[in-house]
């Protein structure tokens, strides 16, 4: 399955509406052409889907408990914590809505995850053309 494919089926199953779709479709969008991150299943399909759900949740006036506090300790001391949040404020840009803080420690979580994945799959690229 792919990124796409999620979303249809998301939207299929009526857990995303088109609004919805076309905001991730902006974010996805966003991170290849700022920050030349491709999005794919491997690598961001928990973010995506949470980010999606989490759309839904602000949509409908749902609220989620907030990450608890020892675990955004941990998330804040990331080397890539900065890099997340500005990230994250790059999405409420690119969507044009605020995204509450309950929602925001989840987001930054999956954000921390995707930063962490791809700088470890550059070091593993840049050890794979050292070695050759």
Same mark, same amino acid.
């Given at each position: 399955?792919? #990124?796409?494919?999620?979303?249809? $089926?998301?939207?299929?199953?009526?857990?995303? @509406?088109?609004?919805?779709?076309? *905001?991730? $479709?902006? +974010?996805? *969008?966003?991170? *290849?052409?700022? =920050?030349?991150? /491709? #999005?794919?299943?491997?690598?961001?399909?928990?973010?995506?889907?949470? #980010?999606?759900?989490? %759309?839904?949740?602000?949509?409908? !006036?749902?609220?989620?408990?907030?990450?608890?506090? +020892?675990? =955004?300790?941990?998330?804040?001391?990331? /080397?890539? =914590?900065?890099?997340?949040?500005? +990230? %994250?404020? @790059? +999405?409420?840009?690119?969507?044009?809505?605020?995204?509450?803080?309950?929602? /925001? !420690?989840?987001?930054?979580?999956?954000?921390?995850?995707? #930063?962490?994945?791809? *700088?470890?799959?550059?070091?593993?690229?840049?050890?794979? $053309?050292?070695?050759?």
């Amino acid at each position: 399955m792919n #990124l796409m494919t999620r979303l249809v $089926i998301l939207k299929d199953a009526g857990q995303i @509406d088109q609004n919805i779709h076309g *905001d991730i $479709i902006k +974010i996805i *969008d966003m991170f *290849d052409e700022k =920050y030349n991150i /491709k #999005l794919t299943e491997e690598n961001a399909s928990m973010l995506i889907t949470h #980010l999606a759900i989490s %759309f839904k949740r602000i949509k409908i !006036g749902e609220t989620v408990n907030p990450i608890e506090e +020892i675990m =955004y300790e941990e998330i804040r001391a990331d /080397k890539n =914590y900065k890099k997340a949040e500005a +990230i %994250f404020k @790059d +999405i409420e840009v690119t969507i044009g809505k605020s995204i509450n803080d309950n929602e /925001k !420690g989840f987001i930054i979580m999956h954000l921390c995850s995707l #930063l962490h994945n791809e *700088d470890t799959d550059k070091n593993t690229d840049e050890n794979i $053309i050292k070695d050759v």
